[in-house]
């Protein structure tokens, strides 16, 4: 395969930027929650999830039927985080902390956009030939 | 697109801190309305927030990603409003036109104390939804700009 597909070309960042706003929508829900009674709050291991999703792209051809599916199988579970504090009402958010993911997974978001952003300018330049 | 799901989900938030700051200006507005008799007599209203489950059951055949995401909520709603069951406060006032045969007016069960905490809270947990959106608001604005 030639190395000017988006596949190949654009590495990792696609799915990172996916995850990163996947994850924003999970921490954006525990913050919404923040006062709901016995609400836990929830997250997902998320270099897991990445490690699962690059691998999912090295699962094995099956040619024949008779053929054994290399599938990767990773648990993609919500899990529930431990909280510092927890409130009498049964609810699990630290609101700091949970701002503070939030806020990390933002830039880290935005460190994916630069990367990916990059990489699309390598290809304008590669396909310009100046 | 999760990123505008945050939007959805910041404006639930919003919404029901609104209803709380709603419910504590009613409380601390009707803190004297006093009547003579129990039943006639105002009661502190609190909301009661619950998590919003998304809608979308549908998940079968779907990616793995979006799997996970089905099993987040859809933010906050509001449930109902509620009146508090704390004993309401008499006091002997013969001169006041509400007052009852023996005497008595009925106050509300409100405490302003609390009232003031929660006004508080919810004033800072609807700064923290606006925040929230400000947030993937820049992060949607950034996106659009790819490969420019």
Known sequence: MSALSFKNSLGIHPQTMQLRAARAEVLANNLA????????????????????????????????QRHLRGNVNTDSELMYRNPYQPAIDGNTVDTQ??????????LRYNASFEFLNSKFKGLKNAIKGQ | MSLTNVFNIAGTGMNAQSIRLN?????????????????????????????LEKQWKDVDGLDRKLDVRS??????????????????????????????????????????????????????????????????????????????
Request: charged residues 25%; aromatic residues 8%.
């Open chain 1, 97 to 106: 902390m949970e701002q503070s993911f939030y806020t990390e997974n933002a």
């Open chain 2, 23 to 51: 419910t504590t200006a009613s409380n601390i507005a009707n803190a004297e309305t006093v009547s003579s008799s129990i039943e006639e007599t105002y009661k502190a209203r609190k909301p009661w927030f619950q998590v």
């Open chain 1, 33 to 64: 929650n923040a006062d709901t009674p016995n609400f836990k709050a929830r997250d997902f291991d998320f270099n897991a999830m990445l490690d699962a999703e690059s691998r999912r792209s090295l699962e094995m051809n099956a040619t024949d």
């Open chain 2, 71 to 148: 099993q987040v909520g859809d933010g906050v709603k509001v449930a109902g409003i509620v009146e508090s069951d704390a004993p309401l406060k008499k006091r002997f006032e013969p001169h006041h036109p509400a007052a009852d045969e023996e005497g008595y007016v009925t106050y509300p069960n409100v405490n302003v104390v609390e009232e003031m905490t929660d006004m508080m809270s919810s004033s800072r947990s609807y700064q923290m939804n606006v925040e929230m959106m400000n947030t993937a608001k820049r992060m949607l604005q950034r996106t659009l700009t790819l490969g420019q």
